[in-house]
Antibody
């Protein structure tokens, strides 16, 4: 069974940092591009970062560029999101997703909540 | 990439058909078929229902169909059922910038 399990969400003050992790199981991890997608409370979906199979291609949404860093470890079947200089508007549920082709997110984690507040 | 535009809400009675539009620019859709649709029930993670404009994801009923014409993609739900009541999002990949974005989301209500 394919599973994506996010962890690391927490309450953090503005300007703080967090590192999210996503552990994948039930499939061969390395051939898939992986994404982080977030959803602010009561709002829509926002793709914020993706990393290709070997990490050679990385993309960030303008809203997080320069503050967030995506990485992966194919040996540990995991993808990470380092979030620095957090802002109130980064408050959201963060989902880890698998891309089976191009923007075909066929598996999603359960999400991890990041709350940025003083 | 700017957010793709969807109607805020659509509704229909059981058994009817509803269509959700997703409007972008020529850069959003171009000559490529990188459009997907997601269904999200409250408190749940989104679920892929359509990818590559019109390919139904595994296990998705043929009541769901997708299409694209010019700068607008569409999702049609036929034979509307109570369990179809959810939020729906389109998504497209922009080849020139290698970026992607989601639509604004549409709430489907079954009357």
């Amino acid at each position: 069974e394919v599973q994506l399990v996010e962890s690391g969400g927490d309450l953090v003050q503005p300007g703080g940092s967090l590192r999210l992790s996503c552990a994948a199981s039930g499939f061969t991890f390395s051939p898939y591009t992986m994404h982080w997608i977030r959803q602010a409370p009561g709002k829509g979906l926002e793709g914020i970062a993706y990393i290709s199979t070997t990490g050679s291609t990385i993309w960030y949404a303008d809203s997080v560029k320069g503050r967030f860093t995506i990485s992966r470890d194919n040996g540990k079947n995991s993808v990470y999101l380092q979030m620095n200089s957090l802002r109130d508007e980064d408050t959201a549920v963060y989902y880890c997703t698998r891309d089976k082709s191009t923007v075909a997110f066929d598996y999603w984690g359960q999400g991890t909540l990041v709350t940025v507040s003083s | 990439q700017s957010a793709l535009t969807q109607p805020r809400s659509v509704s229909g009675s059981p058994g009817q058909s509803v269509t959700i539009s997703c409007t972008g620019t020529s850069r959003d859709f171009g000559n490529y078929n990188y459009v997907s649709w997601y269904q999200q029930h409250p408190g749940k993670a989104p679920k892929l229902i359509i990818n590559d404009v019109s390919k139904r994801s595994s296990g998705v009923l043929d009541r769901f169909s997708g299409s694209k014409s010019g700068n607008t993609a569409s999702l049609t739900i036929s034979g509307l059922q109570a369990e179809d009541e959810a939020d729906y999002y389109c998504c497209s990949y922009e080849v020139t910038s290698t970026s992607y974005g989601f639509g604004t989301g549409t709430k489907v209500t079954v009357l």
